[in-house]
């Protein structure tokens, strides 16, 4: 298969896949806050959220992460060019943080399977929180990729830093406006 049509199947699957740990996280948010909701509308809106989440999980995230991973490998290990990329310090830091993104995506993974369950172990202001952090993978492989070679290493950690302190100060700023509006 031609290079670019499997980049292009690539990135169609990613963006899916990103978008599927996105809404999920957010999904999360609901099915936390619709736990503390009294009777009936707290069994309404979890039963409702639970099949949402399913289909969510197991329809777009999981097949997305899978099939994005497979035409990654497919670019990887059967191209030259992607033969190349192997060899350049980038796609080995670049790899790094798809790792970490599979540990993200496998945490969510676990606690998709607590809420399920009616385990509630986080409050919704954690899973907004962690909700930053597939956007913090996002940026820096989107950087990573684009840059490639040119990424100065140092700038670009204090870079992913200050956007992770300029997330968190968001996050902080719209806590309280959320708690003033619920005055």
Known sequence: ????????????????WFSGLFYIVRLFVYQIEASQKPS?????????????????WYIITWPSAILASIFAFWM???TDLGNAWLKMPWMHVKLGFVFVLYLYHLKCHQIYLQLQKDE????????RLWNEGATIILFAVVFL???????????????IILFSVIIMLGFKFYKKIRQRNQS
Do not use: C
């Not at 298969?1 to 899916?16: A, P, R």
């Not at 009936?40 to 969510?56: A, D, F």
């Not at 509630?120 to 899973?127: D, Q, T």
């Open 76 to 78: 990887l290990f059967f």
């Open 145 to 159: 990729v684009i840059l490639k070679s040119a990424v100065n290493w140092i700038f670009g950690v204090v870079g």
């Open 120 to 127: 509630v172990k986080h409050s919704s202001n954690f899973m």
């Open 1 to 16: 298969m031609d290079y670019n049509y499997l980049k292009s199947l690539h990135l169609i699957f990613v963006i899916t």
């Open 40 to 56: 009936p509308e707290k069994e309404i809106l979890q039963k409702q959220y639970k099949i949402m989440t399913y289909r969510l």
